[in-house]
């Protein structure tokens, strides 16, 4: 959402070259205002799927991977666990 997509973005402008972004929300017209790079035509579509759009159009060499769930489920967990993560950011 707002915080999370910037903090995604600057991340990325500082070197970050490897993100898996974890998010079950969708745009929806609410959140336009406060995701620059999210359109109208985004609208229903996963947050987690257009923040990795705009993040890999603006740095052609990043690796992002999505999961549409939450942090806190299961599926997430065991996502994690199997990943190398530096950092957590929820």
Not at 15 to 21: A, D, F, H, N, S
Not at 32 to 51: N, S, T, Y
Not at 59 to 67: A, D, E, I, N, Y
Not at 81 to 89: I, L, Q
């Amino acid at each position: 959402g707002r915080g999370a997509s910037e903090l995604a973005r600057q991340l990325v402008a500082v070197g970050v070259r490897r993100l898996t972004i974890l998010d079950h929300d969708h745009v929806g017209p609410e959140n336009l205002d406060a995701m620059p790079h999210a359109a109208p035509r985004d609208i229903g579509r996963p947050k987690g799927v257009v923040l990795a759009r705009a993040l890999r159009r603006n740095q052609p060499g990043l690796t992002v991977s999505c999961l549409n769930d939450s942090v806190v489920t299961a599926t997430a967990l065991r996502y994690l666990a199997r990943s190398r993560a530096d950092t957590v950011f929820s």
